[in-house]
């Protein structure tokens, strides 16, 4: 049931009812919430500012606009929210090294229950993935490397995890991290290291030993950390 606002910080305010809504009433990815003039005249605000704290929670991935139809519940996806810890994190330093702390210790810890699913096709595909990286940086072409290939090899590590926030997170952080460094002053990928970072990775996948496959992720990121914990 929405509530009338007392609240002066009406559009904040109004927003957390409208996801409080979406919780009550249970609603899921492609339920219609209700229009602007009915949450206007249950929660007590005027419709200009619905529409601002819709707008907001479009903006956030929450809700969705149907052009001539309506507003509705968005399917979840990390999307926006990448959007809004990039512009964040990006002016923040100590911001990015926290985020780049809980990828490291995320990805060596969570690989060790791969190691039993990744096939050795799966194996095969992460080597092509390697391969076309070094091509790219052949060619001249190194941000295609580090911005599509890098994100593209460590989707490719957690595939078979089943566990899809856990794919998405491994996705936002990979594209997130290169994304930043390619932008920060005084940041030098060494792209020979950065493809034999890679190929220990595999190699090490293939003696299927977690305690091996743990340290090698985690220490592949070893030079990127260096950078970012004296990147001021």
Known sequence: ???????????????????????????RAGDAIPTEKELAERIGISRAAVRESLKGLETLGVIEARHGIG?????????????????????????????????????????????????????????????????HIRNGEETKALIDGHPQFHSALFKRSGNRLLGELIRVFSSLHYRLLM???????????????????VAALQTRQPQTVSRTVYDHFTEPAAWSATGD
């Not at 009406?10 to 009550?24: C, L, M, T």
């Not at 493809?195 to 990775?201: A, E, F, G, L, M």
């Open 1 to 27: 049931m929405l509530q009338r606002i007392q609240n002066v910080n009406i559009q904040k305010e109004a927003q957390k009812r409208i996801r409080e809504h979406i919780r009550s009433a249970r609603l």
């Open 183 to 201: 932008v920060s002053d005084g940041y030098r990928e060494d792209l020979t290291r950065f493809i034999d970072d890679h190929r220990r990775v």
């Open 71 to 135: 507003r509705f519940v968005r399917q979840f996806d990390f999307n926006a929210i990448l959007e809004n810890i990039e512009l964040h994190v990006s002016s923040d330093s100590q911001a990015f090294r926290d985020l780049f702390e809980i990828r490291r210790c995320l990805e060596s810890n969570f690989i060790v229950a791969e190691i039993p699913k990744l096939t050795e096709q799966d194996i095969r595909d992460l080597e092509s993935i390697v391969d076309q990286m070094e091509e």
